[in-house]
Nanobody, 116 residues
Framework: QVQLVESGGGQVQPGGSLRLSCAASGSIFSAKDMAWYCQRPGRLRALVANFNRYGGSPIYADAVRGRFTDSADSAKNMVYLQMDSLKIEDTGVYYC?????????WGQGTQVTVSS
């Protein structure tokens, strides 16, 4: 089973930026479309951004469109999420997983806290 490990979270002020990374233990990108998910405090985990491994346009949740950009480096088995113009409501734990999500692949996630 390919493991996914997220990193890059932290605490930033509103308007700041972070870049999240997701490392896969094996070559998953050739077989699965990948996505970023966020679990905000008191809410269910929700999809934030996903992209097609064949190079189709990424799809973003309305709340992050225009501010977040996802990308991948299949040679390195890495997935990234560039987060700009962060808002307080972006606070949460961010995970990467496949589309659809695989219950067996959830990692620890990486905490993003946006506060002034």
């Amino acid at each position: 089973q390919v493991q996914l490990v997220e990193s890059g979270g932290g605490q930033v002020q509103p308007g700041g930026s972070l870049r999240l990374s997701c490392a896969a233990s094996g070559s998953i990108f050739s077989a699965k479309d990948m996505a970023w998910y966020c679990q905000r405090p008191g809410r269910l985990r929700a999809l934030v951004a996903n992209f097609n491994r064949y190079g189709g346009s990424p799809i973003y949740a309305d709340a992050v469109r225009g501010r977040f950009t996802d990308s991948a480096d299949s040679a390195k088995n890495m997935v990234y999420l560039q987060m700009d113009s962060l808002k307080i409501e972006d606070t949460g734990v961010y995970y990467c997983n496949t589309i659809p999500s695989d219950p067996g692949r959830w990692g620890q996630g990486t905490q993003v806290t946006v506060s002034s």
